[in-house]
């Protein structure tokens, strides 16, 4: 992305990556149903739902490692909305070094979009994706919000006009109409994670990309640098502009299923992670009501994560075109799959993606 668009460097540091030790295992076999009732291998499923990485760990061993199309170990690959998942976790952080609360008005912090459709909303209502803003997010719609707030960092050029907004805060501010009241009902929105970063670097009093790097990046002892695209004032597109190794989403998948303890340090607040798998019937019953209820039955969202099974610790970081980190505490498994899909958001694909997982998690 770096060679296309303007970017900001994540680096990696100066020391060790974080080891993993090689313990081949024999996955590709295992057998799961298709949500249209077929029988396939994990070695099909990969081949027919355009595979780039498909990384296996459990704990610090590296069971599978499989790449096509030209993707390596060394390799980074756009990840799309899984770049959320970084911005809630970076939000946990500052909330529990006390620089930020979960209910501060975002106001207090962004007083510029206080006579937008966000004056009423809270940091807590940007997490969990229930703030009130209008925004549309059909990625099928070339004239969508979501593609307008791309335009923004050079996605999508065709739609820059002379008054078009020219940073992601700016485009903010023209989000004048609520379509629903803060905190009321689910409804994913790209827009509301750009302006949680914002929120995140006001209250860290850095660059994003700055805290990203030195509280959860570098911590992770990755063996790559990472990048996110940026605005052309140099903030980063935290809805959808990161890219990465696989490896190192392994790295951050364990975080999360280790209570937010990565090689001997606790990097993020147990309590976070904790409370982002809660089984509240409030944020299961909103999410059961919105557009992805039938995605994932039983799940909610909260604090930028999708939360598939919470009783087995499942937790799931997903971008469209078939970006996903699928961490399940129980198994201690943490599975990666970056891929090239055609459609945006193919559901049904995702969801045999998690059978697969499923399967291999079985499997162990």
């Known amino acids: 992305m770096q060679s296309l668009f303007p970017t900001a460097r994540l680096r990696r540091g100066l020391g060790p990556a974080q080891p993993f030790s090689s313990q081949a295992k024999d996955l590709l076999a295992a057998q799961y149903e298709t949500g249209s009732g077929e029988q396939r291998s994990v070695s099909q499923s990969l081949a027919e739902t355009y595979t780039d990485a498909f990384l296996v760990a459990r704990g610090d061993q590296l069971l599978l490692e499989h790449y096509e199309n030209g993707m390596a170990a060394d390799s980074l690959h756009l990840l799309n909305s899984v770049t959320k998942s970084f911005t809630g976790m970076l939000a946990g952080i500052l909330v529990a070094d006390g620089r930020l609360a979960a209910e501060d008005a975002v106001t207090r912090w962004l007083p510029e979009l206080?006579?937008?459709?966000?004056?009423?909303?809270?940091?807590?209502?940007?997490?969990?994706?229930?703030?009130?803003?209008?925004?549309?997010?059909?990625?099928?719609?070339?004239?969508?919000?979501?593609?307008?707030?791309?335009?923004?960092?050079?996605?999508?050029?065709?739609?820059?006009?002379?008054?078009?907004?020219?940073?992601?805060?700016?485009?903010?501010?023209?989000?004048?109409?609520?379509?629903?009241?803060?905190?009321?009902?689910?409804?994913?929105?790209?827009?509301?994670?750009?302006?949680?970063?914002?929120?995140?670097?006001?209250?860290?009093?850095?660059?994003?990309?700055?805290?990203?790097?030195?509280?959860?990046?570098?911590?992770?002892?990755?063996?790559?640098?990472?990048?996110?695209?940026?605005?052309?004032?140099?903030?980063?597109?935290?809805?959808?502009?990161?890219?990465?190794?696989?490896?190192?989403?392994?790295?951050?998948?364990?975080?999360?299923?280790?209570?937010?303890?990565?090689?001997?340090?606790?990097?993020?607040?147990?309590?976070?992670?904790?409370?982002?798998?809660?089984?509240?019937?409030?944020?299961?019953?909103?999410?059961?009501?919105?557009?992805?209820?039938?995605?994932?039955?039983?799940?909610?969202?909260?604090?930028?994560?999708?939360?598939?099974?919470?009783?087995?610790?499942?937790?799931?970081?997903?971008?469209?075109?078939?970006?996903i980190i699928y961490m399940d505490s129980a198994s201690e498994c943490v599975i990666v799959k970056l891929s090239t899909q055609p459609e945006a958001t193919d559901l049904q694909m995702f969801t045999d993606n998690f059978a697969a997982m499923d399967a291999v998690v079985a499997a162990l």
């Open 114 to 323: 206080g006579d937008t459709a966000f004056a009423d909303t809270c940091v807590q209502h940007l997490l969990d994706m229930t703030a009130a803003p209008a925004y549309g997010e059909d990625y099928s719609d070339v004239q969508a919000d979501f593609w307008q707030e791309a335009a923004v960092v050079g996605w999508r050029p065709d739609l820059v006009g002379v008054d078009s907004p020219r940073t992601l805060l700016e485009y903010a501010a023209t989000l004048q109409a609520p379509d629903q009241p803060d905190g009321q009902a689910f409804h994913y929105r790209s827009v509301l994670t750009n302006v949680l970063g914002m929120v995140l670097e006001r209250a860290g009093g850095a660059p994003l990309q700055t805290l990203l790097q030195n509280a959860l990046w570098q911590p992770l002892g990755p063996e790559q640098d990472a990048n996110i695209v940026v605005d052309p004032i140099g903030f980063p597109y935290v809805a959808a502009g990161m890219s990465a190794s696989a490896r190192d989403l392994l790295r951050f998948g364990q975080l999360l299923i280790q209570q937010g303890r990565y090689g001997g340090r606790q990097l993020l607040p147990a309590g976070w992670i904790d409370q982002t798998l809660n089984v509240d019937p409030k944020w299961q019953d909103m999410f059961a009501a919105s557009e992805y209820g039938d995605f994932i039955p039983g799940g909610h969202y909260r604090n930028q994560m999708w939360v598939r099974r919470a009783e087995r610790g499942q937790l799931l970081a997903l971008g469209i075109h078939g970006q």
